[in-house]
Every structure is written in C-alpha cells, then in structure tokens.
C-alpha cells in the first residue's frame, strides 16, 4: 500500500499528469483546447456537399479554385475541434437517375454514380490535406488501392484522432440517393447534426434561383417539409432524420465563414427538427 506522500508525489509530478504535454506553457495550451471546446455547439457533424457544387462556374466537371475554398472552410472548423465527416454527391460527373433515360439500366447507372463519388471524394481530399489537415477517405464499396472499407467503428476512430473522414461510394446500394448516405452515416456515427452546403441560404417554398420572391424558413419540421413537399432531400433521407430526431441545417457554403459560425451555434440558413406533433407520429 502506498504511503500517502507518494501518492502527493504521484498526483502533482507532471511526468504522470494526463494533462501535463513535455513542451514549455504545456498546462496553458490545455487550457486553450478547453476554451476552443467551450465555444462549439456542434462537436460532431456530417458535412453534405453536392457534386454540382465543385463545378463552380463550368458547366461540368470540378473547379479547382472551388475545391480550395472548400478545404479552407474545411480547415477552419478542424482548427477548432470540430470532428467532420463528409458526403459529397457525384452530379458533376454522372447522375444515376438520369441515366434510365439514356438507355442504362437504373441500378448500374447507380453505380456509375457511386463511382462519380469517389473521383469528387478523391478531388477533396486532396486539396484538404494541401492545407495540412490529416484525412481518410472510406468507401461503401471496397477500392482498397485509394480507399479504407467503410466500418462505423472505424470511421469514429478516425474521428475521435482529429482526422477529417470522407464517406465515399454513397450507401453502396443503387437506389438509395447520396442525401440518403449522409444521413445513414450521420446516424451511424451519432453525429450531432447534419449540415447541407448549398448555393442558396436555407430552405424556400420555391427556387429561389428561379423566383426571387421565394420565401425563406428560418426554422421548419420534418414533417413539414413532408406535407409541404419541398425538395430539400429525398424523402428516405428526411424520414430517416425525423425518426432518429437528427436536426439539419441548410446554408449557402459559398459564403465565407458560414460553416464555422453554424458550428459555433450561430443562426444562418434554415434548421430543421422534429416538431412536438411530428415525434409523436414517429
């Protein structure tokens, strides 16, 4: 049994102190990973980034120049303590649904689009770790020579280790859109909400590209979005949200700065929750 002046030794020797690090100012710097904690609302959150969203001004394709602002924006929440996980579509590139129309038969063009993912999945990665931000890029499909096997377990590891994680290849089941992914891996790794990067500032009754006098929601339910039938995500994504009570937040990620201020709490572009009446109907 040890004496009690050894466990003093043992309490205060900052060679056994968990928060002790072997660098000068060491307490101070945990004082400041405190202080950067306390400032963040969301400490886990699943980024969702559509494929039309690389294409910046081309018609087709990824721009380079919107890839860096990306990783920039991408940076800024890491440096804070964020943990990020991302989904990002492959529209850019090839659009599954719409390749029944060409004569494709709808699974295999799903896969098309899954491998679509994968090319954009790739693209940003590269260009976060340019900015030195450690990444790794899972796929629900198995592409070990560029890619880990999609496992939960894993995936929150990764995350735990500060290291930005790509989701890639969607579900890795043709039918499912990657609207629907981003909310499955949202809940499989208990993120605490979900953020959709979008080219407008939240959710309107109608396109507000097409109709300036669309009305903006600052807040909505699930449910509402159901009854009201807008076309924020496909219907199994949203539903999946409501019954797992996952919130989400539709913004304008053109616009600098946006995605950090939403993880500190601020309020920018549309949320949207489970309403009283909508838990009840779950």
């Given at each position: 049994?040890?004496?009690?002046?050894?466990?003093?030794i043992l309490i205060n020797n900052p060679k056994?102190?968990?928060?002790?690090?072997?660098?000068?100012?060491?307490?101070?710097?945990?004082?400041?990973?405190?202080?950067?904690?306390?400032?963040?609302?969301?400490?886990?959150?699943?980024?969702?980034?559509?494929?039309?969203?690389?294409?910046?001004?081309k018609g087709f394709g990824i721009d380079q120049?919107?890839?860096?602002?990306?990783?920039?924006?991408?940076?800024?929440?890491?440096?804070?303590?964020?943990?990020?996980?991302?989904?990002?579509?492959?529209?850019?590139?090839?659009?599954?649904?719409?390749?029944?129309?060409?004569?494709?038969?709808?699974?295999?063009?799903?896969?098309?689009?899954?491998?679509?993912?994968?090319?954009?999945?790739?693209?940003?990665?590269?260009?976060?770790?340019?900015?030195?931000?450690?990444?790794?890029?899972?796929?629900?499909?198995?592409?070990?020579?560029?890619?880990?096997?999609?496992?939960?377990?894993?995936?929150?590891r990764h995350l735990e280790k500060g290291r930005?994680?790509?989701?890639?290849?969607?579900?890795?089941?043709?039918?499912?859109?990657?609207?629907?992914?981003?909310?499955?891996?949202?809940?499989?790794?208990?993120?605490?909400?979900?953020?959709?990067?979008?080219?407008?500032?939240?959710?309107?009754?109608?396109?507000?590209?097409?109709?300036?006098?669309?009305?903006?929601?600052?807040?909505?339910?699930?449910?509402?979005?159901?009854?009201?039938?807008?076309?924020?995500?496909?219907?199994?994504?949203?539903?999946?949200?409501?019954?797992?009570?996952?919130?989400?937040?539709?913004?304008?990620?053109?616009?600098?700065?946006?995605?950090?201020?939403?993880?500190?709490?601020?309020?920018?572009?549309?949320?949207?929750?489970?309403?009283?009446?909508?838990?009840?109907?779950?």
């Open positions: 049994m040890l004496r009690p002046f050894f466990i003093f056994n102190h968990s928060a002790y690090i072997k660098q000068s100012g060491s307490f101070t710097s945990v004082n400041k990973e405190r202080k950067k904690m306390k400032d963040i609302k969301y400490k886990r959150v699943i980024l969702k980034l559509s494929g039309e969203s690389l294409m910046g001004n120049a919107v890839l860096d602002f990306f990783a920039d924006e991408i940076r800024k929440v890491h440096n804070i303590g964020v943990e990020l996980g991302i989904v990002i579509g492959g529209g850019n590139i090839y659009r599954g649904l719409s390749a029944s129309s060409q004569g494709i038969d709808r699974a295999t063009g799903d896969y098309m689009g899954m491998l679509a993912t994968m090319i954009n999945s790739l693209a940003l990665q590269n260009a976060i770790e340019k900015v030195g931000i450690p990444t790794r890029l899972m796929s629900a499909i198995k592409m070990e020579a560029v890619s880990e096997p999609y496992i939960s377990r894993r995936a929150i930005v994680t790509i989701f890639g290849a969607g579900t890795g089941h043709p039918y499912f859109s990657t609207d629907t992914a981003a909310t499955l891996r949202a809940v499989e790794i208990r993120a605490d909400i979900i953020v959709k990067g979008t080219r407008v500032n939240g959710v309107f009754d109608c396109d507000p590209e097409k109709n300036p006098e669309a009305t903006k929601f600052e807040s909505i339910s699930y449910l509402d979005v159901l009854k009201k039938n807008l076309r924020v995500m496909d219907l199994t994504a949203v539903s999946l949200c409501q019954e797992n009570e996952l919130p989400m937040i539709v913004f304008n990620m053109n616009v600098p700065d946006n995605l950090l201020k939403i993880v500190k709490g601020a309020t920018i572009g549309t949320i949207i929750h489970n309403s009283l009446e909508s838990r009840e109907k779950v």
